[in-house]
């Protein structure tokens, strides 16, 4: 294929000279005159283990030509990849001047381009900078329209410096936003035979993804000193703690926990992050991601109690009151206190929930309720169709397949349900408020 490459620092180096390794001719193109003239040296711009070999190897093949001239560069290619740097401006946001100054350059280049260019964007951007920010410059400056004599689209980069060219050939994935077919074709062929799989999806989400991945890549290590500077304040091995944390590949390294949903509670989490929190107070060790987690889960949680109010209706029933789907536990359940804080605005609530039986509850559960939401009894219906008719917003706090189908039956489209399990996606017959979309 023939490629152009915009950028030539650790991204795009990299990128061209594995791709010229792979058989492509590529055009390297970057505003600084003194990478330029390394690589057509066959030196590489940046350190990196094997690319000195890597890219001497690809500028020998004769498939690399560099330039400063972006229409060359487009008229002697059918896709571009664009690299150029995306750094902090001093607010925290991205700083896009290197971008679009480039895609100035790039429109009035597509303007008189013959094929369909695929313009694939690898910076990594924030969500909705490729169609609203960019695309916009690109359709001006060329004349010409996205999907028809160009394609743009988002596919994350995700290699690491240091092992770069080893990331480049074993990608976790690759992972492709376009809102055209074309781009993902030219895009699966040159990256279909990595070990790994391709998916499609929107510009925005690929674009959301990068900074999805980085910024949990960020928790994982932040979580970890967190956890080392705990450990040395008690006299405890982390290095240990850790091993035997990661051993756990079935709630620890895995999805657990890792889908949209309601706030959490019940009888361990909330209590031992307090313990937690008290014991690093107690040893003057400052935790401020760990003491970051009750208050965002406080303010997720809070979320839902606006929402309910938001609706201006009065008259709300809730299926399901425990801390999660399948027990009959109650203990700071954030299901109860919504319950708590709607009767306290004066709403009329009812409840179901077919695990709940007051009567059966037994011990700290029974007490929890005794001294929380005593008068609770009274508002649970023994049938979800009394909790229906008596509520005109439904909160669904239960992921339950046998209640979301008995729901969708039942209720009437002035409904509106405020779906917190995220269980029926959208596929409700009426109005639909959430937290996860
Ligand atoms: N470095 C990484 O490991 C890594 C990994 C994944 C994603 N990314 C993302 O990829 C992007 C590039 O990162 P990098 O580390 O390679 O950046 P870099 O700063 O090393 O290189 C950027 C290059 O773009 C060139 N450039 C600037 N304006 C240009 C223009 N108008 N035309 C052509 N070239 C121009 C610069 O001269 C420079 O050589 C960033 O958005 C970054 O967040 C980086």
Request: aromatic share 6%; charged share 25%.
């Amino acid at each position: 294929m023939k490629i152009s490459i915009f950028g030539l620092g650790y991204v795009g180096a990299v990128s061209l000279a594995c791709l010229a390794r792979d058989g492509h001719d590529v055009v390297g193109v970057d505003i600084d005159r003194a990478k330029l003239d390394l690589i057509a040296a066959g030196r590489t711009p940046v350190v990196e283990e094997g690319m000195v070999d890597l890219m001497a190897a690809a500028v020998a093949s004769g498939r690399v030509r560099v330039t400063s001239d972006v229409g060359f560069a487009i008229a002697n290619s059918e896709i571009s990849f664009v690299c150029v740097g995306t750094p902090s401006a001093s607010n925290g946001s991205q700083d896009l001047s290197a971008i679009l100054r480039l895609v100035h350059e790039l429109g009035g280049a597509l303007e008189g381009a013959l094929n369909p260019h695929v313009v694939v964007f690898r910076s990594t951007l924030t969500p909705g900078t490729v169609e609203d920010v960019l695309r916009p410059i690109i359709e001006r400056e060329s004349g010409r329209k996205d999907g028809d004599a160009f394609h743009l689209c988002f596919q994350p980069e995700f290699l690491r410096e240091g092992s770069s060219i080893r990331d480049y050939d074993h990608p976790p994935y690759t992972i492709v936003g376009a809102n055209h077919p074309w781009p993902v074709e030219r895009l699966r062929a040159l990256f279909g035979h990595l070990p790994c799989d391709f998916h499609r999806t929107s510009v925005r989400s690929a674009e959301m993804l990068k900074l999805c991945c980085n910024d949990f890549h960020a928790l994982k290590i932040t979580f970890a000193n967190e956890i080392a500077r705990l450990c040395d304040a008690l006299g405890v091995d982390p290095f240990e703690v850790m091993d035997l944390f990661c051993k756990d590949a079935h709630l620890n390294i895995s999805s657990a926990y890792l889908k949209p949903g309601f706030a959490f509670g019940g009888s361990c989490l909330p209590k031992d992050l307090r313990a937690t929190m008290h014991m690093a107070k107690q040893r003057d060790v400052e935790l401020p991601m760990m003491s970051g987690i009750l208050p965002s889960n406080r303010i997720h949680a809070e979320r839902a109690f606006d929402l309910v109010l938001a609706t201006g209706k009065r008259r709300v029933g809730i299926v399901g009151l425990s801390f999660k789907t399948g027990t009959d536990d109650l203990r700071e359940s954030p299901m109860v206190a919504l319950a708590e804080q709607l009767i306290g605005k004066g709403l009329t609530v009812t409840v179901y929930d077919p695990e709940v039986r007051l009567s059966q509850l037994l011990g700290a559960n029974k007490r929890f309720i005794e001294q929380h939401v005593p008068h609770i009894g009274t508002l649970i219906a023994e049938d979800l169709d009394q909790v229906v008719s008596a509520s005109d917003v439904l909160v669904v706090g239960m992921k339950d397949a046998g209640i979301f189908e008995r729901l969708r039956r039942a209720v009437r489209r002035d409904h509106t349900i405020i779906d917190l399990a995220n269980i029926g996606a959208r596929d409700w017959p009426c109005a639909v408020e959430g937290l996860c979309w």
